[in-house]
């Protein structure tokens, strides 16, 4: 009963948006207010502790508008510059099919930018850059959110696993237990890393061609798996460009440069091999005419082209704020100066309504919104853009936020309410930790498999690789030690797994949404990415299986 009180939330949620299709803006409040009601009725959570976990989860929404803002304030700047007819020239130029342009930028491109940043900004930078190419907003915010997988657990320079798995962990009872068996946790976190990325790896490989899959299927004038297959040769490619890489960074170097490097050279490689046409189709494959496609394929935000607008834009002035983009948010997470000195321009809030323990923090300048206005700002000199254009495009870009902002105001406050349950008059563990517990107790010794289920559930909830392992990373070792198995390969799996539930996670869903103007649509666009979750997460359960029983992978502390 407890299992299925804490998941009530979640349970109404996946009923409202994907069952009944409902807009996230009319579903989420009812959300908010089962998981006030289950906090305060069945946790004994006080009104005061609710309330103050209300407050956190709407600072952090500020956040993410800022992100968002920053995104569509990008993309509208390059609009009215002519730097996106450039792009847009150039691509067509580089390859006319979409299937090419997907997986140079749905994937390599995401990938880069999430290994740089993380906070879901690949959906945020990629769906409206695919939009703008001609692309059905539905299927740009797909695209977006599939990429928020594989290299989403070495996101932001690693913080998924330097913050999400250090802090999960308890490490004052870790260490003194590595050091007598003559190890130390730089091994352990080695290990992990080193397990997290090769499943990620193996997996990834694949993941092009599912992108491939979902997007010839739902959305080609056939509606047909063939063009996916013709593209299959290229799909593996683009994938092992981005992998291999990747898995060699996290083996030798450490988890802050799987994602970033592995991006930075698929984008390379696969770029050039576009331009040689090496491995592509040879016909070209493209939508129907827009004037036939379903309305539901289509966002608010309508982006014209106008190719007399700007100066003529070079193909790389137009890319250079891309370029900037990428270099400063790697630069801001790796040096340390200037990391501390934009963090140091903040509001903090600590304690909120008094001795609660819940704090918040609003860092405008080093959030990747702050970054993307100051790229904002290089563009509007760069390309000699007037007053009047920069002032039109931010018009534009103010007038979405208001609309997210409905919907996230009531979605994040809620997943704060989940994870700060853990602290509660009734004795109880928090919410995330009694439904992981009931499927840890219900499968057994079959649990490696469901290890990254778990991992998914936590991300799904809290929309963050980072957060999930900081809630579950702890309850997922203790399983693998109770079972007699290892618990770095355990703490691999949650990661692997709270990686694949950023697809599903609704905040992130919405974010993307919000960018093209598909809010409303986060039912239709969850229906359709469930189904690569589910995928990623059963190879995933297979994986850990062959790791545990088939190669017996072991840790310094295994039995």
Known sequence: MLALFAFSPILLAAILLIGLRLPAKHAMPAVYLLAAAVA?????MSLNRIAASTLQGLIITLGLLWIIFG????????KYSGGVTAIRRGFTALSPDRRVQALIIAWTFGCFIEGASGFGTPAAVVAPLLVVLGFPALAAVMLGLLVQSTPVSFGAVGTPILVGVTSGLNLAELRPQLEAAGSSWDVMLRLITSEVVIMHGLIGMTMPFVLMLMLTRLFGRERSWKPALEILPFALFTGVAFAVPSMLAG???GPEFPSLLGGLVGLAIVT???????LTPRNTWDFADPKDWPSNWMGSIEIKLDETAGRPISLLRAWLPYVVLGLLLVLSRTVAPLGDALKSVAVAFTGILGETGINADFQPLFLPGGILVMVVLFTYFLHGMSGRQLGAAARESSGTLLSAGIT???TVPMVRILINSAENGAGLPGMPIATAQYMADTVGAIYPAVAPVVGALGAFIAGSNTVSNMMLS??????ATSLGLSGALMVAAQSVGAAAGNMIAIHNTVAAAATVGMLGQEGTTLRRTI???????LLAGILSLIGFFVLGLSDPLSP
């Open 40 to 44: 305060w009725l069945v946790w004994d």
């Open 71 to 78: 995104a569509i304030l990008l993309l509208n700047t390059l």
């Open 251 to 253: 083996v030798l170097l």
């Open 272 to 278: 050039l091999a576009a331009r040689a046409r090496f």
């Open 408 to 410: 996230l105001v009531f």
């Open 474 to 479: 702890e309850f997922q070792y203790g399983v």
């Open 531 to 537: 189904w690569p979750t589910m995928y990623y997460l």
